[in-house]
């Protein structure tokens, strides 16, 4: 019979409940918003993106971990599900700080304002359950796991999304050498961070010919001390033309921008 191939263990589990929990909450958060269609700027599309996405690949975890198939498919599997997991952690406590700070506010009322209410408290449940995943998923000192699976891959995840969000608010024109040099920084990083995660889910850093190790030693010091560069030169260069005076320094805006 097809049943007895099927891991039900998985579904019992406490990282399998979880799952469970994930499904229902983005499901509701996402039919809630769509059923008073609160979704109409580019804040509510990004929300409805990160429930949809959390949804749908929580939900294909879930069947390939039943059916045995992700066994079969060429990839590190509890790096790629650490890595979503945290992923997902972030994606979700952006959209429930985010959203209601939009959507929620002092014109709302009635059914509409309820549903939206209901969407953000299932989505910081939906955080909650992504968040204690990562908790009970990730590799203790002196266990053998997966890279994504440790506090160094995890942190990983967290700078790429990090970079992400810091390009999606970075202004368009930087007229300076040194603001160059920032975003060229933020660009380097993610691209390299980006690449070791991709590496790593697909189990080819083994075939490198470099230790890796040392090499994440090395990067690591390096994009620190570079990190440090930004951290002093794009403050300087945001806030050098703005006025001395107290009172006008709210209402200004750097030139830069």
Not at 218 to 223: A, D, H, K, P, V
Request: aromatic residues 14%; proline residues 5%.
């Amino acid at each position: 019979m097809p049943f007895r191939n099927m891991n039900f263990k998985s579904l019992i589990s406490p990282v399998g409940i979880l799952r469970i929990l994930q499904v229902v909450f983005s499901c509701i958060s996402f039919s809630l918003v769509a059923s008073v269609l609160a979704y109409h700027s580019s804040y509510g599309a990004w929300s409805m993106f990160t429930w949809c996405l959390c949804f749908a690949v929580t939900i294909c975890i879930i069947v390939l971990e039943l059916t045995g198939l992700y066994q079969k498919i060429p990839i590190s599997w509890e790096d790629f599900t650490s890595a979503f997991s945290m992923l997902a952690s972030l994606m979700l406590l952006t959209t429930s700080i985010m959203y209601p700070a939009v959507y929620l506010t002092g014109t709302c009322s009635g059914n509409y304002c309820g549903c939206l209410a209901g969407a953000t408290v299932t989505s910081i449940l939906c955080f909650f359950a992504y968040a204690i995943e990562v908790g009970l998923t990730r590799a203790k000192p002196g266990e053998i796991s997966g890279f994504l699976s440790t506090i160094p891959g995890l942190l990983k995840v967290f700078q790429a999304y990090v970079t992400c969000v810091i390009f999606s608010i970075l202004p368009g024109r930087y007229p300076y050498a040194g603001l160059q040099w920032c975003v060229a920084v933020y660009a380097i990083c993610f691209i390299i961070t980006t690449l070791i995660i991709i590496l790593t889910i697909g189990r080819l850093l083994p075939r490198l010919p470099v230790n890796f190790e040392k090499v994440l030693i090395g990067y690591n010091i390096l994009s620190v001390a570079m990190y440090i560069t930004v951290a002093v030169i794009w403050p300087y260069y945001c806030f050098k033309d703005q006025p001395t005076r107290p009172s006008g320094l709210l209402n200004s805006q750097p030139r830069v921008f």
